[in-house]
Structures are given as structure tokens and as C-alpha cells.
């Protein structure tokens, strides 16, 4: 229920304002701190619902995550799975993003490794880092949660793969 009102908050599809910006227009408040410019709370409303799912989500199935299979094999690797989120999430921030879009009034900063999965609309060019995006007067903002999905998925299996490979020249080294 938390991860959906988070994904509420967060989404918004074709280039429209989130959700969470009409909600919060709706009930009378505005979703940003300057009119349109500064602090944008639905980003921390989104926030506030998805860190909490997350949490709970993983106290609850770390049971599930741990089954063994019939191989003596956990369904999902752990280490790997961590490794691939912990990757997406500092990479949107540490890597700059690329100019999807110049519109003439607007640009679209797009971040995300190795899809982009978060877009930050800005009056002005700036930064092309995320964090200075987020707080430095954005138009708006879309995070496709399909794509960052895609991406710790695709990491996931790049890092076991790697892992694979590794433990095979490993042991090839070994011998010799």
C-alpha cells in the first residue's frame, strides 16, 4: 500500500504534472515551495511513502528472498541484487545527465545508468547533475518507474554474470 501511494505521488505519464502535483492542488496546497520553482514536495511525499515500502517489504520477504531452491540455491543473490540498486541509485546522482530535450522554453535533463529513468524539467540550462536539479528552480519532473526497474534488473544480471566469469578464471588460475 505504501509502495503504491508512493508510485502515486511520484508518476506522472505524457509529460503532464504528477499526480501528486494535482492531488496536492486538489486539496488546496501547492506542490512546490515558490509557486512553481524551489522545494518540490511531491518528491518528498514519494519519498516518504517508498523508503518505508522498501523497508517494510524487505523486513517481510527476506524470508521469500532466502528460499533455497532444489539446487541449494537462493532464487534471488543478495549481494548481487543490493549491489545492482545501490549502483542505479548513486549513478543517477554521481553521473550527469544528458539534454533529452530543448524546447526553446524548457529544457529535459534525463539521468538514469544504463536507461534513463528520471527527467528533470528546467526553465534555464544548468548543472547537468541531479542534485543541484532537483532544488535549483525545476519546471517539473517524471521518474519512470518501469525503466529504473529495467536497470536493476539489467545491472543484476551483468553482475552475475561478472561473478560467473570471475569464479571460472578463479579456478582456472588455481589449477595452475
Known amino acids: 500500500m505504501l509502495f503504491a501511494l508512493g508510485i502515486l505521488f511520484g508518476i506522472s505519464l505524457g509529460g503532464n504534472p504528477s499526480y501528486g502535483d494535482l492531488i496536492l492542488k486538489s486539496v488546496g496546497l501547492g506542490p512546490w515551495s515558490n509557486i512553481d520553482t524551489g522545494l518540490h514536495y511531491t518528491a518528498i511525499i514519494s519519498l ?3 523508503i518505508p515500502a522498501v523497508v517494510f517489504g524487505y523486513m517481510f520477504l527476506k524470508e521469500t528472498l532466502e528460499l533455497e531452491n532444489m539446487n541449494g540455491k537462493r532464487r ?19 553521473l550527469p545527465g544528458k539534454i533529452e530535450q ?5 529544457f529535459e535533463y534525463a539521468f538514469g545508468f544504463p536507461l534513463n529513468y528520471w527527467s528533470v524539467y528546467q526553465g534555464d540550462e544548468g548543472s547537468s547533475y541531479l542534485f543541484s536539479n532537483l532544488f535549483n528552480g525545476n519546471i517539473g519532473m517524471n521518474i519512470n518507474i518501469v525503466n529504473l526497474f529495467l536497470d536493476i534488473v539489467i545491472l543484476y544480471y551483468v553482475l552475475l ?9 578463479y579456478a582456472v588460475y588455481k589449477k595452475n
Open 161 to 169: 554474470i561478472i561473478r560467473k566469469v570471475f569464479i571460472k578464471l
Open 76 to 94: 534471488i543473490e543478495i549481494l548481487e541484487c543490493k549491489l545492482s540498486i545501490f549502483i542505479v541509485l548513486t549513478s543517477t546522482f554521481v
Open 102 to 106: 530543448n524546447m526553446g522554453s524548457f
Open 48 to 50: 516518504i511513502f517508498l
